[in-house]
C-alpha cells in the first residue's frame, strides 16, 4: 500500500455547483463535519445481480467494522472523479478500470440527495472476489440489493450512504442518465 492512501490528505472544498473553492485537510473536514468535499463509490455487480459487500477494517478512521460499498474513497485535491475511481479501485480491490467493464451511474449532492458529500457512483461488472486490500477490508459477501437491505435493517452496520445508493440504484431502477 502506498503510505499516502491512509494519510491526512488535502481535499478540495466545492461550492453548490461542485466548482472547487478551495482546499482542506481530511481530518479538518471531518472534524468541521463539513460536506462541500467530493468522494467516489462504486459498486461491483456479477451477472446474477448481486453487490461485492465488504465489511471495512476495525483501523478505519470512519465507520469501522461496517457494511461498505464495493470502493469508496476521497477525491484528493487536484483530482477528478474519474481519476479518483480509478486510484480506489486499484488501490482497495485490485482492479484496474482499463481493463474492466464499468459504467458511470450518477452525481449526487447533500442538498438534493441527502448523501454525505459531492458524490459520483459507478459500476464495475465483475464475477469473482476482488484480491482487495487487508488494510481497508476484513470481510466480504454476495448479496442481492434486498439481502442486504434486510440486513442492515435486522442491525448489521453500514457506512450511513450505502442503503441510500443500493435503494435509488438497485430497487428503484431510476435511470443513470436522469441529469
Known amino acids: ?4 492512501h491512509h494519510s491526512d490528505e488535502y481535499l478540495d472544498l466545492v ?5 472547487v473553492i478551495g482546499r482542506k485537510l481530511r ?17 461491483i455487480v456479477n451477472t446474477k445481480g448481486e453487490l461485492w459487500i465488504p465489511r ?3 483501523t478505519k478512521r470512519i465507520y469501522p467494522l ?7 474513497g476521497h477525491v484528493e485535491s487536484g483530482e477528478i472523479y474519474d481519476q479518483a475511481f480509478a486510484r480506489e479501485t486499484k488501490e482497495e480491490v485490485n482492479l484496474e478500470i482499463a481493463k474492466v467493464p464499468w459504467r458511470f451511474l450518477d452525481k449526487l ?11 459520483h457512483v ?19 459477501f454476495w448479496l442481492t440489493p434486498r439481502a442486504l437491505l434486510d440486513r442492515i435493517a435486522a442491525g448489521d452496520r453500514a457506512k450511513s450512504d ?8 438497485y430497487l428503484e431502477k431510476k435511470s443513470a442518465s436522469s441529469l
Not at 481530518?27 to 459498486?43: D, K, Q, T
Not at 461496517?66 to 469508496?72: E, I, N, P, R
Not at 450505502?162 to 440504484?169: D, N, Q, T
Request: with cysteine.
Open 15 to 19: 461550492d453548490e455547483d461542485d466548482q
Open 56 to 58: 471495512r477494517a476495525l
Open 122 to 140: 459507478y459500476e464495475i461488472q465483475w464475477n469473482a472476489t476482488p484480491l482487495y486490500s487487508l488494510d481497508d477490508f476484513v470481510e466480504d
Open 162 to 169: 450505502l442503503p441510500k445508493l443500493v435503494k435509488r440504484f
Open 109 to 119: 449532492t447533500p442538498r438534493q440527495d441527502k448523501v454525505s458529500a459531492y458524490m
Open 66 to 72: 461496517c457494511l461498505d460499498m464495493s470502493v469508496g
Open 27 to 43: 481530518s479538518e473536514i471531518y472534524a468541521e463535519g463539513l460536506s462541500n468535499f467530493r468522494v467516489i463509490n462504486a459498486f
Open 1 to 4: 500500500m502506498e503510505e499516502h
